[in-house]
């Protein structure tokens, strides 16, 4: 009987350990990107194909990759691959490759206080000669954010980022602002909308709004669907994508 009431307490002690770990943050399919580090010790993968269009010119991206891994509670360390093709039928040009290698790291800032926002840095560098040829830029090309999010309730967040980020082919830096909405219904779905924008010295601002939605298959996997449309003649007139994101502990 000992024994018994031991082992049951074991599996529940198992059990609430397992229900208190939170449910996988992904970045994907947004352009925000959240605060959250990916737990200490897990590996998480987040992929999907990505198609954006101007007129009869498009460029896919399959895939569009990320890699995190928790390192500690304090540093998530982060790679990026994505592979384009590209058709640019008014220019009677296409590329097809590896676009150059991000690597990074995101540690946290700030915890929520309040208004204050949960405030995490996320910096990148893409590496401009680990790339396919089509690809390749002379410089290498930074990209520092603030990532922040409030929650306004227990199933409704805001999510909203800030920072520069540079393009490998111009010493000007490109500045950027986001903001998304995201709400929770029930257990399984996710839904939102965004709003973001970029600008650069010398070029027209992009602005672009979306919307889409999650489903958590489980705690550790979660698919999604994201499509927007650009409001700026420098933004692609339409984008839509699809991916899964998952994590596990190796």
Request: with cysteine.
């Amino acid at each position: 009987m000992k024994r018994f009431v031991l082992c049951a307490l074991g599996i529940a002690s198992i059990t609430c350990l397992q229900a208190q770990e939170d449910t996988i943050s992904a970045e994907r399919p947004s352009e925000s990107q959240s605060p959250n580090l990916v737990s200490k010790g897990y590996l998480q993968f987040e992929a999907g194909i990505r198609k954006e269009g101007s007129g009869h010119d498009y460029i896919l991206f399959h895939p569009r990759s990320t890699v995190r891994y928790g390192l500690s509670k304090k540093l998530e360390l982060r790679l990026e691959l994505d592979a384009a093709d590209e058709k640019t039928y008014s220019k009677q040009e296409a590329a097809y490759g590896l676009q150059p290698i991000q690597v990074g790291f995101k540690t946290p800032l700030l915890e929520e206080n309040a208004w204050v926002p949960k405030t995490t840095l996320l910096v990148m560098a893409g590496i401009p000669t680990l790339a396919a040829h089509a690809y390749q830029v002379p410089h290498v090309f930074p990209l520092v954010r603030l990532l922040m999010e409030n929650k306004l309730t227990d199933n409704l967040e805001l999510d909203y980022n800030a920072g520069t980020e540079w393009d490998g082919e111009s010493t000007n830096p490109r500045w950027m602002f986001s903001i998304e909405p995201q709400l929770n219904v029930g257990r399984h779905w996710q839904v939102f909308v965004e709003a973001y924008g970029r600008w650069q010295q010398g070029h027209g601002a992009e602005h672009v709004i979306d919307a889409g939605l999650g489903y958590y298959i489980s705690r550790n996997v979660k698919l999604d669907l994201i499509a927007g449309k650009g409001l700026s003649h420098e933004a692609p007139d339409y984008f839509m994508a699809t991916g899964i994101s998952f994590r596990f502990r190796p």
